[in-house]
């Protein structure tokens, strides 16, 4: 095993020797842990508790509001009908002439 696997095997179990038994700053110091991981987490929870939050008032009609919590400016298309000619005009193929049916399967 290298040194610097070794050290860092050595620096956890002290660290951990040291956090169970309550002196939590001495085992973080001997661990070489910063914030900085801690920090990252925190914006990542926060994003994602954002993001549901956003869904929720999405799902219920406040789009803009959904959207400033994600940190959209404004809303690029208008949500039209979900209709064939409504994809149709989405697509291009408006006024096209389009035949559709449903065929049973059986297994």
Request: proline share 2%; hydrophobic share 40%; net charge neutral.
């Amino acid at each position: 095993m290298g040194n610097k696997s070794q050290s860092t095997f050595e620096k956890t179990f002290a660290a951990a020797a040291f956090a169970e038994a309550g002196e939590h700053d001495t085992a973080i110091r001997m661990a070489d842990v910063t914030d900085k991981p801690k920090r990252l987490l925190d914006k990542l929870l926060q994003g994602f508790q954002n993001h549901m939050t956003a869904v929720a008032f999405a799902e219920s009609g406040e789009v803009e509001e959904a959207r400033r919590l994600v940190g959209k400016k404004e809303t690029r298309y208008i949500q039209k009908e979900n209709t064939l000619a409504g994809f149709l005009e989405k697509v291009g193929l408006e006024g096209a002439h389009i035949s559709y049916g449903f065929v049973p399967i059986s297994t």
